[in-house]
Structure formats: structure tokens, C-alpha cells
């Protein structure tokens, strides 16, 4: 697979493309939806939540950290996840703002 030429696009397609590849994963979309739900849960909420071992949510949990959709907090020999909403916002402008530059009219044949 070719090197992406990240600086050929602007700020918001790259922040956009890999906020995308992050969310781009069901478990993630489900750990997400599950954090929106509950508001905060610890690692092994999750994993009863979903079915996967603790190593694959962690991992997960991870990527989804570093773009910023969520935090943790230690509390005692856990850590406690939730919803970033600052970060939060910000997504959701940047994909609001891509969907709202289609017209909403069909130009095509």
C-alpha cells in the first residue's frame, strides 16, 4: 500500500479521515454508543457489555482515546472512561460541516 500524502489535504479532511478509520471498527461504534448510554463505565463493564476480552476493549479503548472521544480517570485499580465532549463537539461539527456541503438536490443523471 502507497505512503497518504497527508499534506496535500486540508486540516479538517485529515482530521475527518482519521476520526473515521478510528470509528470505522463496530466494537469502537459499540463502545461509544455504550459510554453515551451509561455516561461512564470501567473497562470491564464494557467488556460485559460486549462479549470481547478485556485485551480487545483495551485496545480499542485506546485508539479511541488517542483521537480524543474519550477520557479516564483512575479511580483506585481502575480506570473510568466517558465521553470527552468537548472532543465530542468538535467531531460533530467537522462531520456536520462535510455532510452540509451537499445540496440536498440531486444533480446526478
Avoid at 470491564?44 to 476493549?57: C, K, N, R, S, Y
Wanted: glycine fraction near 6%.
Amino acid at each position: 500500500m502507497g505512503v497518504t500524502k497527508k499534506e496535500l489535504f486540508s486540516t479538517a479532511q485529515n482530521n475527518l479521515s482519521t476520526i473515521a478509520k478510528v470509528l470505522g471498527h463496530p466494537a469502537r461504534v459499540a463502545i461509544v454508543e455504550y459510554l453515551v448510554q451509561c455516561k461512564q463505565c470501567i473497562t470491564g463493564d464494557i467488556v460485559q457489555e460486549t462479549g470481547l476480552a478485556q485485551a480487545t476493549i483495551s485496545q480499542h479503548l485506546r485508539e479511541l482515546k488517542n483521537i480524543g472521544i474519550i477520557k479516564g480517570s483512575i479511580e483506585g485499580t481502575s480506570v473510568c472512561y466517558c465521553i470527552d465532549e468537548k472532543k465530542w463537539d468538535e467531531i460533530k461539527k467537522l462531520f456536520t460541516d462535510f455532510f452540509d456541503k451537499y445540496p440536498q438536490k440531486n444533480t446526478c443523471c
